[in-house]
């Protein structure tokens, strides 16, 4: 079984410029999840879709950041403009239903440098 | 609000002797807590959780951890490191009102030849 898919796996990019992450989560997995994980510390939600529904966006700065999941299956983060403090690990992660005691399946992170 | 928190930033100790690295947790909730590891480089893998079964619970590669209620504790061991266990450790609760896990600072582990 294919595990998370994240691409790219490392971007550099200059602030102000817009940066894009994708993911592709394991099949039949319902449930989606956006980390941000600074350097040193443990990952934190920025996003969790139910299917195409995103349920809890509370920790997403609106401001510069979107993300979307178009048709319940892949999903694209993205950071317009980036700033220098967006260099971190990008995580994605799903599991079937969604539940708290399910486990999450984390892909490999997208590692983001900001010039 | 649940939260856990590990005791030690980095633990060191000798191949083929034992592994304890410690976790604290908080919640208000019978909590479910897990235990993932981080190599460089590459995702997160779960090494093991606990869902208000057995509080003994066992996981990959010889590691496994006791869940204490009086003590709000869920401490990772293993009986005997080898090299390959060398990585970055975190503890982590899930928040049971939005299903969200919280995860601690992690702990590095060092395995000296």
């Known amino acids: 079984e294919a595990g998370v898919v994240q691409s790219p796996r490392y971007k550099i990019i200059e602030k102000k410029q817009p940066v894009a992450f994708w993911c592709n989560p394991i099949s039949g997995h319902n449930t989606l999840y956006w980390y941000l994980q600074n350097l040193g510390q443990g990952p934190e939600l920025l996003i969790r879709y139910e299917n195409e529904e995103a349920v809890d966006d509370s920790q997403l700065p609106k401001d510069r950041f979107s993300a979307e999941r178009l048709k319940g299956v892949d999903s694209t983060l993205k950071i317009q403009p980036a700033e220098l403090g967006d260099s971190a690990v990008y995580l994605c992660?799903?599991?079937?239903?969604?539940?708290?005691?399910?486990?999450?399946?984390f892909g490999p992170g997208t590692r983001l440098l900001v010039l | 609000a649940q939260s856990v928190t590990q005791l030690d930033s980095h633990v060191s100790v000798s191949e083929g002797t034992p592994v304890l690295l410690r976790c604290n947790y908080s919640?208000?909730?019978?909590?479910?807590l897990f235990w993932y590891v981080q190599h460089p480089n590459k995702g997160l893998q779960l090494l093991l959780k606990y869902t208000s079964a057995a509080t003994l619970v066992k996981g990959i590669n010889g590691f496994e951890a006791e869940f204490k209620k009086s003590e709000t504790s869920f401490h990772l061991t293993k009986p005997s490191a080898h090299m390959s266990d060398a990585a970055e450790y975190f503890c982590v609760v899930s928040e049971w009102s939005s299903y969200k896990l919280i995860f601690g600072s992690g702990t590095r582990l060092l395995v000296r030849p």
């Open positions: 992660a799903s599991s079937v239903t969604g539940t708290a005691e399910e486990t999450q399946y």
């Open positions: 919640s208000s909730y019978s909590p479910s």
